[in-house]
């Protein structure tokens, strides 16, 4: 069965350094999400992507924040100056259409020191 | 705002009885919705999904009822077994690009 890959598994960083984090989704996919969850709290969306552009974004998703589809098959979660609020496990997903189910990736548990 | 939520933070149940998993959705207009299990250190896996045209929908042991009238979806799995025991979150579509996410509910499974 596809999967939605999601490299690397774990991320520590300094603060204030840049991070990417990044996704390789299912082949056929053609919308896709970056979520996080802080330990022991729920998923929360961050930003949605299609066609190139962002579709929908969330108040947590600020200029810190970019995503980028550079060569068609991976999907990337840049955050430009880590803050220790970022650490959370970020998962990227995957949709074929609209209002269909998402696929998710395992996370990337990312920890700023 | 948007609020997907869930009354109860942690149910615990005896191997094999049915469990019962109930959400509360707020945006009146969101016509689909998905429930995800969640493994420790995984991602959200799909369960199983219900759109606003339908009230029930079965898979296997899950079914999710959706009552629009009142914003409440629940989850049910029958002869739970230790391998369900996870965090439960109910979804919901609150707009074409944006699937919210409730608070999630922890099932344990006594043996």
């Known amino acids: 069965e596809p999967e939605v890959t999601q490299t690397p598994s774990h991320q520590v960083t300094q603060m204030g350094q840049e991070v990417i984090l990044r996704c390789v989704p299912i082949s056929n996919h053609l919308y896709f999400y970056w979520y996080r969850q802080i330990l022991g709290q729920k998923v929360e969306f961050l930003v949605s992507?299609?066609?190139?552009?962002?579709?929908?974004k969330s108040e947590i998703f600020d200029d810190q924040f970019s995503v980028e589809r550079p060569d068609g098959s991976n999907f990337t979660l840049k955050i430009r100056s880590t803050k220790l609020e970022d650490s959370a496990m970020y998962f990227c997903a995957g949709q074929g259409a609209t209002n269909e189910k998402l696929f998710f990736g395992s996370g990337t548990q990312l920890s700023v020191l | 705002g948007e609020s997907v939520g869930l009354h109860l933070p942690t149910l615990s149940v005896q191997e094999g009885d049915n469990s019962i998993i109930n959400c509360a959705y707020s945006n009146s207009a969101s016509d689909y919705f998905i429930w995800y299990k969640q493994e420790s250190g995984k991602g959200p896996q799909f369960i199983i999904d219900?759109?606003?045209?339908?009230d029930k929908r079965q898979g296997q042991r899950v079914t999710v009822l959706l009552n629009k009238t009142v914003k409440h979806l629940s989850l049910q799995i029958a002869a739970t077994q230790p391998g369900d025991s996870a965090v439960y979150f109910c979804a919901e579509f609150y707009s074409s690009y944006k699937l919210i996410f409730g608070s999630g509910t922890r099932l344990l499974v006594r043996p």
């Open positions: 219900i759109r606003s045209n339908m």
């Open positions: 992507f299609y066609n190139n552009e962002i579709s929908e």
